[in-house]
């Protein structure tokens, strides 16, 4: 009876593929793109400092949102929660401080290679 599940699942797929009809044409099996008849290569080189900027956001929106505990039982949490607090918040402008000083943050920066200059600030080679 176990094994049921998956061999009901594998019988229906099977089933919709010999049942569905199937008519393939230019549009239906090209990249979708909003739509819109793609004109170009729909793999053209563009800038990624906005996905750099969501990657870096995320850690620290939801180190942010860690904080929400602490605000609920504030008056509750005395001088060790504040101090845990302060040691969370500390850690948080380290790694901030961290990151700007490696350039994560630089925005214009063109294809440079930064492995050896990061390792180099990494293990002071």
Known sequence: MAYSAPVVGVALIGLNYLISIQNSYNEKNGPFECGFTSYLQSRSAFSVAFILVAILFLPFDLEISSILPFVVSAYSNG???????????????IAFIYEISLGALDLERRFKPIVKPLLHKLYNL
């Open 79 to 93: 001088i060790y929660g504040l101090s845990i607090l302060l040691i969370f918040l500390l850690s948080l402008v």
